[in-house]
């Protein structure tokens, strides 16, 4: 979808606003509201037909203050620089949050995989290390999976550097296919921490999961999982909307009974495209990809890309809506944030919901250090403790402030990277 909004200045309005609810100083305000380190290249690929292409790529670090830059690599036809800035941002917050010890980057490179052979992807991915090789490292800048890449596609990259660095860094990226260095629970892991912290926002509101109904934008990895974990607790997916390449459309798909999630995932492509025929013949009622957001459920989990609820669209979503949870970064604009909160609908903030792929990530780099790999029960046991201590910290706040879930996430997010900021020295 084409949007007017652009998401760095999105990331700085927020940031913005906090800052002047906590009173931050003028030098912090001034170095925080915008990233430390850009690098704007190219990368020539040579393609199977013979031909050659160059790609647009980028990998933004927002802040080392509080560890290594940390953030997804994306791939996406429509990425920007200030995208990326936005997204390099909000990793910041994210880690800081869930209060690990990394900072915030984010990458991106101008393509769309979905059209692309696995060899001409080998070779970009290769590309990309080989043109960015000087500002990553584990200690330094540490990709990971995100929109449209892969495990594999971190393979590849981890082995381009590990070539030109003549050692082994498992390290350098997160996020790996398990059994080469990945950790077991990262694939879920995002979409798992979603429905944790929504779990623990319903409990505080004292809603029973059970009883409630959701509506999903977005079936790649983290709607996918969400969906999973949600219908697991007992909660009821009526609605889940997937874009669809060869009609460059969406389409949200129905069953008011509730949506059999392996079902759905069983006609569904790497990239979260349903096969509408085959959902029809299943039952599924076939609707305009915009009807995900005004289904009358209790649960909105916009799980696809930036801008996707606005003042425009605000006015369809359900008088029943109470939690949007923020699955994708930046689904909801700025502008909107006011009438959300008017309505008194809970917002779980995209940086504290979505922060557990990068959680795992962290525990990932942990297991691949010491060389030892724990069970999945342990990484998703320590995933949880780490989710809803946050949750915990946020919640509590809001409470004692009266303020938005996402100002009071900012809060303790701003604070705490400020903090490292000014005791290493640099302001
Ligand atoms: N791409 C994910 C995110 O936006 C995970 C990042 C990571 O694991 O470093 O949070």
């Known amino acids: 979808m084409a949007s007017t909004y652009n998401p760095f200045e999105n990331a700085q309005a927020q940031f913005d606003k906090v800052a002047d609810m906590i009173q931050l100083e003028q030098d912090s305000r001034e170095f925080l509201r915008q990233p430390m380190r850009e690098l704007h290249f190219m990368i020539p690929v040579k393609m199977d037909d013979g031909t050659s292409k160059t790609f647009r790529a980028y990998r933004i670090q927002h802040s080392t203050a509080r560890g290594p830059a940390k953030g997804g690599l994306r791939f996406h036809p429509h990425e920007t620089a200030d995208t990326v800035r936005a997204l390099s941002m909000w990793m910041t917050w994210k880690t800081a949050v869930v209060d690990i010890p990394l900072g915030g980057g984010k990458g991106g490179i101008v393509c769309d995989p979905r059209t692309m052979s696995l060899s001409e992807q080998e070779r970009l991915c290769r590309g990309f290390v080989r043109q960015s090789f000087d500002l990553l490292g584990p200690n330094v800048d540490v990709p990971a999976p995100d929109v449209m890449s892969n495990g594999q596609h971190m393979l590849w990259m981890l082995d381009e550097y590990e070539t030109i660095a003549r050692g082994h860094y498992p390290g350098v990226i997160t996020g790996k296919p398990v059994g080469s260095g990945g950790s077991l629970g990262r694939t879920e892991a995002t979409g798992y921490g979603v429905v944790y912290i929504v779990d623990d926002l319903l409990k505080n509101e004292d809603i029973d999961i059970k009883e409630t109904t959701a509506s999903i934008q977005g079936f790649g990895n983290v709607g996918e999982y969400a969906a999973r974990l ?198």
């Not at 909801?332 to 006011?338: A, E, G, L, Q, R």
């Not at 998703?380 to 996402?406: C, D, H, I, N, P």
Request: proline share 4%; charged share 25%; with cysteine.
């Open 230 to 427: 949600y219908s697991d607790l007992g909660g009821t997916v009526i609605s889940v909307s997937s874009y669809d390449l060869a009609d460059k459309a969406s389409y949200t798909f129905r069953k008011k009974t509730g949506c059999n999630i392996e079902e759905l995932v069983s006609i569904k492509d790497n990239f979260g495209c349903i096969d509408k025929e085959k959902a029809q013949s299943l039952g599924y009622e076939l609707l305009p990809g915009e009807a995900w957001l005004s289904e009358d459920v209790d649960i909105l989990f916009p799980a696809a890309l930036e801008n996707q609820i606005t003042p425009e669209n605000f006015s369809c979503v359900s008088g029943n809506v109470k939690v949007i949870a923020e699955a994708a970064n930046g689904p909801v604009t700025p502008d909107c944030d006011p009438l959300i909160e008017k309505r008194g609908i809970h917002l779980a903030p995209d940086f504290l919901a979505n922060a557990g792929g990068v959680t795992v990530s962290y525990f990932e780099q942990i297991q691949c250090n010491m060389n030892y790999f724990w069970s999945k029960e342990e990484v998703l046991e320590k995933l949880r403790y780490t989710m809803s201590k946050a949750f915990s910290g946020v919640y509590q706040l809001s409470k004692e402030r009266g303020v938005y879930l996402r100002d009071a996430a900012y809060m303790i997010a701003i604070d705490r990277v400020n903090k490292a900021v000014k005791q290493r020295g640099w302001l």
